[in-house]
């Protein structure tokens, strides 16, 4: 994954938690698309949400609110 170390923005352990249970045990940044369709389908995609897939994945928040801003689906 990337270089990413968490700063200020860092969601709560029991967001992240629920975050980790419904993703696969071994994350590919390429899957990042199909990682958020699947949070939104299970909880919607809330201001914590992304933010607990960055700190899983080690993806800056700016990257993960790129790609999900760019799609209809996510807003």
């Not at 939104?40 to 994945?57: A, E, V, Y």
Request: proline content about 5%; charged content about 20%.
């Amino acid at each position: 994954m990337g270089k990413f170390k968490p700063k200020g923005r860092i969601a709560n352990q029991a967001a992240i938690n629920n975050v980790k249970a419904i993703l696969p045990e071994i994350l590919q940044r390429d899957m990042l698309i199909e990682y958020l369709h699947l949070i939104q389908d299970t909880f919607n995609l809330s201001s914590d949400n992304p933010k607990c897939i960055s700190f899983i994945m080690n993806l800056p928040l700016s990257e993960i609110w790129e790609v999900a801003s760019f799609y209809d689906h996510f807003i």
